[in-house]
């Protein structure tokens, strides 16, 4: 292998880590998104469930129908 052909290999090899490294960009920044709409759903979950009566206050009522 001449000194062309291994600059050439090695020109291919950067060119598709270079590719590699965007795509990988690209899905990380789509994951970071992704969590963070999760957190923020948990959050709105979490609150909802704070705001509710608690089970356990709740009278033990009879049902109508009795």
């Known amino acids: 292998m001449n000194e062309i052909e291994r600059l050439t ?5 950067y060119a598709h880590l270079q590719r590699h490294s965007v795509e990988q960009d690209k899905v990380m920044l789509e994951l970071s998104e992704a969590v963070a709409q999760l957190r923020k759903e948990i959050t709105g979950l979490r609150t909802q469930r704070a705001d509710a009566p608690d089970p356990g206050s709740v009278p033990d009522e ?4 009795y």
């Open 9 to 13: 290999t090695l020109e291919e090899r």
């Open 62 to 65: 009879r049902p109508p129908h």
